[in-house]
């Protein structure tokens, strides 16, 4: 078992997802049959992800995703990754 953590929109969107799943098996889907269900469905149709991917835009404000920044901290967690890029505590 993992932790993944969504925005806002993120869930909005993975709640969605689950609600399609919901109506089509006639049963309640958890969120993690959910995300399974759609990388499921990504693996099987990779030009679609691939797709998304090339129209996805990458944020520059975000250190998370500058290539510039290399460091080796060990074993980390989101909580480490918010303390060293954003300054949260």
């Known amino acids: 078992m993992t932790t993944v953590r969504l925005t806002t929109a993120q869930k909005s969107k993975l709640e969605k997802a689950a609600e399609v799943l919901r109506n089509t098996r006639g049963r309640?889907?958890?969120r993690g049959e959910a995300v399974a269900a759609l990388a499921e469905f990504a693996l099987r149709h990779r030009?679609?992800?691939a797709a998304a991917a090339e129209r996805e835009v990458r944020r520059d404000d975000d250190p998370f995703f500058?290539?510039?920044l290399t460091f080796d901290l060990g074993r980390t967690d989101e909580k480490t990754h918010d303390r060293v890029?954003?300054?949260r505590t």
């Open 47 to 49: 030009e679609l992800l």
């Open 66 to 68: 500058d290539l510039s």
């Open 85 to 87: 890029l954003y300054g």
């Open 28 to 30: 309640r889907v958890s």
